[in-house]
């Protein structure tokens, strides 16, 4: 749950906060027409989602990553444009009659830009619900509605704060300041897809096939770039959201008292009434905006941790056999044992009895579907570390999913006793 609820709301916070400002900037300068635009733009960038997330997960299309960088230029571009259009073009009063030539550019231009955005990051999350892990359980298990809840509310939470935010710079009073975020926001986000555009540099001079070598001290300033970008990914969302709290602040700052001229006590209170309502409106931003962060920093970091294991226990070998004793493994928690082999290898394996039963369940520390991550106690359950995906310890010992994969052993004179020749046999998934 946690994992698509973080996920989702770290693909789609820039391109919700740009698109909801990019729609109250162009209304508040062109009215319906620059809404109209605008729309026309969005919902073409979610009906263009809506298709290539149907052919990507419903089919065998494959889309090539250098595509990726093919969005990265049509953003940097639109940016640029959207810029430029804007200082030519975005001074005249709003709602005025003339609609040129020029403003229609501005729009378009803001349009397409909204309509990228969109098409760039919605399409994977959209995808998200048909790859769910569920370890072959269904649609209709906990497991897939575990991460569908994580997934669709990370979308109510985006809803509610785009609504939000989108009002807070349609009725602010200084018109300039959600402009100036939105200009700093995109430029922002336009350098981001500048550092990534040359992510696969010589491999997409491979693919066009451009008779040039590249060496790493001749690109240098690309690998910097590219780094730069790759490890301060979170900055660019973080300086975006400052943006944001500055104008949910200043919004509320200029609604704390009535600066509007009235002529009687009835249009006062009337125009407290608004400024309350206002006050509240920018503090409902803020709180969406706190709610996004603590998704991006404390519940990402927790959801993300990575949980040690446990330390291996003693057992004693005899030659072609490991024994454990069985008095030491029938209090019903998780027991990890290993195995050095020759190869300088740990093999390792788990122990833990089962509920209600003489029997153990028995298996290596590692699963086919999640590799050798291995698995961890917690509140008396087992747990798969990689996918948080709780095992049932009654299956613990078959085949199949996300179950340990099967280690046999036997009961003899009071102890567990496994084949050394199984344990070496494991020594694949472990290297």
């Avoid at 391109?15 to 027409?33: I, Y």
């Avoid at 975020?181 to 922002?188: A, E, N, R």
């Avoid at 001229?261 to 006050?279: D, G, I, T, V």
Wanted: aromatic letters at 14%; hydrophobic letters at 50%.
């Amino acid at each position: 749950m946690l994992k698509y609820l973080w996920m989702v709301t770290q693909d789609l916070f820039l391109p919700v906060t740009f698109v909801s400002l990019m729609h109250a900037v162009l209304g508040r300068q062109f009215g319906k027409k620059g809404r109209a635009f605008h729309r026309t733009g969005i919902i073409l960038g979610n009906l263009a989602s809506l298709v290539l997330a149907y052919y990507k997960n419903t089919s065998n299309l494959i889309i090539s990553s250098h595509w990726n960088h093919v969005i990265y230029a049509v953003i940097m571009g639109f940016t640029l444009a959207f810029v430029l259009f804007l200082l030519f073009f975005g001074r005249k009063k709003p709602d005025a009659a003339i609609f040129g030539f020029g403003e229609g550019l501005l729009c378009l231009a803001g349009a397409g830009l909204s309509a990228s955005w969109i098409f760039f990051k919605l399409p994977g999350v959209m995808g998200y619900p048909f790859n769910f892990n569920t370890m072959g359980n269904g649609y209709w298990s906990w497991y897939y509605m575990q991460r569908l809840i994580g997934w669709a509310l990370a979308l109510v939470i985006l809803v509610i704060y785009a609504h939000l935010l989108f009002e807070c710079a349609l009725q602010i009073k200084r018109a300039m300041l959600p402009r100036l975020v939105l200009v700093l926001g995109t430029l922002w986000n336009a350098f981001y897809c500048f550092c990534y555009f040359f992510v696969p540099f010589v491999s997409r001079a491979k693919w066009l096939k451009w008779p040039i070598r590249y060496t790493a001290e001749e690109y240098g300033w690309i690998r910097k770039l590219t780094q730069f970008g790759s490890k301060n990914f979170m900055l660019f969302i973080w300086t975006v959201a400052v943006l944001v709290l500055i104008l949910a602040v200043a919004f509320f700052a200029e609604n704390t008292k009535v600066t509007d001229p009235y002529e009687n006590p009835a249009q006062h209170r009337k125009l407290r009434a608004r400024n309350r309502l206002h006050r509240r409106l920018a503090a409902a931003t803020g709180i969406f905006l706190a709610a996004v962060i603590v998704i991006l920093s404390p519940v990402k970091k927790y959801d993300t941790r990575v949980i040690e294991l446990s330390p291996p226990e003693t057992y004693s070998v005899e030659g072609e056999e490991i024994l454990v004793p069985m008095e030491s493994v029938s209090d019903g928690h998780l027991h990890r044992f290993e195995y050095q082999t020759e190869n300088n290898i740990s093999v390792r394996w788990i122990v833990v009895k089962k509920p209600g039963s003489a029997s153990f369940g028995t298996g290596l520390d590692a699963c086919e579907v999640c590799g050798n991550a291995g698995y961890f106690e917690r509140n008396g359950q087992v747990v798969c570390r990689r996918c948080d995906v709780v095992m049932n310890i009654n299956t613990i010992g078959f085949k199949g999913g996300c179950n340990p994969i099967p280690l046999s052993y036997e009961v003899r004179d009071g102890n567990l006793v496994f084949g050394l020749a199984d344990i070496l046999a494991g020594e694949r998934e472990f290297r």
